[in-house]
Nanobody
């Protein structure tokens, strides 16, 4: 059974860093597009970053560019989200999601484009 399993969340102080991992368990290979999303309490789920596996083209939402980086290890079927200079506004449940998308569509990081989702990993940033 195909599953996306996130890990790496936790509690950090403002200014700290975390690296989240998303393992595509049961998949023969990573889907063409893997994205990271987050949902803070009382807010809608929003896109954070995506990676297109054909060439590893990446996209990060403008507000997080420079602090968040997405990478992938195809051999490990794992996608990572490196988060630096964290602040309390980054507190949220972080989810990875997968889809078969084109490169351009993948870069748009639209929640509705992703049919497969992990259970999420909680990130809490204290001031």
């Amino acid at each position: 059974q195909n599953q996306l399993v996130e890990s790496g969340g936790g509690s950090v102080q403002a200014g700290g860093s975390l690296r989240l991992s998303c393992v595509a368990s049961g998949y023969s290979y990573l889907p063409t597009c893997v994205g990271w999303f987050r949902q803070a309490p009382g807010k809608e789920r929003e896109g954070v970053a995506s990676i297109y596996m054909g060439g590893f083209a990446t996209a990060v939402v403008d507000s997080l560019m420079g602090r968040f980086t997405i990478t992938a290890d195809n051999a490990k079927k794992t996608v990572y989200l490196q988060m630096n200079s964290l602040n309390p506004e980054d507190t949220a449940m972080y989810y990875c999601a997968a889809a078969s998308l084109s490169r351009n569509r993948c870069s748009e990081i639209r929640r509705g484009d992703f049919p497969s989702w992990g259970q999420g990993t909680q990130v809490t940033v204290s001031s």
